[in-house]
């Protein structure tokens, strides 16, 4: 077993560290404060190099394996949640479904705009009554002569009403099986088409810098090229685009434990009480101790989990896995960062205050932990 990087995947850790630090760092907190979605560092994202990762060359993508992608979303995190949000969700669901199911039409149309960050796209599955039973989608299509009429909403949708969002793949209802099941299509649909109106999201708990969206369509009228792929194979595009999803949210969940520890870790070294460092108490260095352990196992399961994906092996239940426990790890993490800062720990000028508000997120995002637990159960024979 080779557990190094590649050169190339160490150069992509400590350029997208430099830049997270020089470039995120500086604006997270008041982006955060103002719920402010920020359109000049998605481009600088792009210009970096950080959408299309594990996009061919031929639609203007970096061809990287995806290893390298997670990493990049890992330092991000480690920085701030919502611009590694906007990252992942540009990439596992906007960019993913077309370029893995789209048409080579579609995907020379749309790729090459996401790849640069000069545009995103965004990824419509969640519905008010349709969260975790992705199954329960009431949005529909209907063919009419040469178009299809779509009707219905999402919501909770990132990166799709922010001034970069060219559009939206949508999953609806276009019929029943023969099982008596609804049978799904995925549609791509920009923005500017007749009926179609996207309205922005506040007063979030957490990603408050990133675009958050609810997704209103009132008889949009879809051209036939544009279904990605073909009728009837949205469940599948979804599903499979979820898999790839969860290993960017455990990235995300890694990135955002390291972030927490390093800041309770460098507090706890500097703060001084009785005499001496906080860090040379027992109760305060094991909960460190903790920290870094379970940081440890959970890069481990999640790179492993990317290992597989990339040597194309099974890796469903890895990325469930790796999801889960990278996820409710941070929860763990930044519960210790802020009990360590103590009162610090509760005002908005300690980021590890930002990082517990963002962890609740993937906790639910991408398939809840409870989701999670079933997709686990049914791999192992339950």
Request: hydrophobic letters at 40%.
């Amino acid at each position: 077993m080779d557990f190094d990087l590649t050169k190339e995947q160490e150069m992509i850790r400590k350029e997208v560290r430099k830049f997270a630090q020089s470039e995120i760092a500086p604006v997270a907190s008041e982006l955060d404060e103002k719920e402010e979605f920020s359109a000049e560092l998605t481009r600088k994202m792009g210009e970096i190099g950080l959408f299309g990762m594990f996009v061919s060359e031929e639609y203007d993508g970096q061809d990287m394996d995806y290893l390298s992608y997670i990493i990049a979303v890992e330092e991000i995190a480690r920085v701030d949640g919502s611009q590694a949000a906007t990252v992942a969700a540009g990439n596992s669901l906007g960019i993913g479904p077309i370029y893995y199911f789209g048409t080579k039409e579609q995907k020379k149309r749309y790729l090459p705009k996401l790849c640069s960050g000069e545009g995103l796209w965004g990824f419509g599955l969640t519905e008010p009554t349709a969260g975790s039973d992705a199954g329960g989608s009431k949005t529909t299509a209907v063919k009419d002569g040469n178009k299809w009429v779509l009707n219905g909403s999402k919501i909770f949708i990132t990166n799709a009403a922010c001034e970069l969002s060219l559009g939206v793949t949508v999953q609806a209802v276009t019929g029943t099986r023969p099982s008596g099941k609804p049978e799904y299509t995925c549609f791509l649909v920009e923005h500017g088409t007749p009926g179609f109106k996207a309205v922005p999201m506040h007063k979030k708990m957490m990603w408050r810098a990133s675009d958050t969206a609810e997704l209103y369509f009132d008889d949009v009228r879809i051209p036939e090229n544009n279904i990605l792929g073909l009728p009837g194979d949205g469940f599948h595009q979804m599903l499979a685009t979820l898999d790839g999803g969860r290993l960017s949210i455990a990235a995300m969940g890694l990135g955002g434990s390291q972030g927490a520890y390093e800041a309770a870790l460098k507090y706890a070294k500097n703060r001084v009480q009785f005499g001496q460092p906080i860090c040379k108490f027992q109760a305060v260095a094991f909960k460190l101790a903790d920290c870094a352990l379970e940081i440890e196992c959970a890069r481990n399961l999640l790179y492993k989990a990317c290992w597989l994906k990339d040597h194309q092996r099974p890796f469903e239940k890895e990325a469930a896995m790796a999801k889960l426990y990278c996820s409710e790890l941070m929860g763990r993490v930044a519960n210790h960062a802020v009990q360590i800062h103590g009162g610090y720990g509760l005002m908005k000028e300690y980021n590890v205050e930002r990082f517990y508000r963002d962890q609740k997120l993937l906790d639910i995002g991408e398939g809840t932990s409870e989701v999670q637990r079933i997709v686990i159960s049914r791999y192992i024979g339950c």
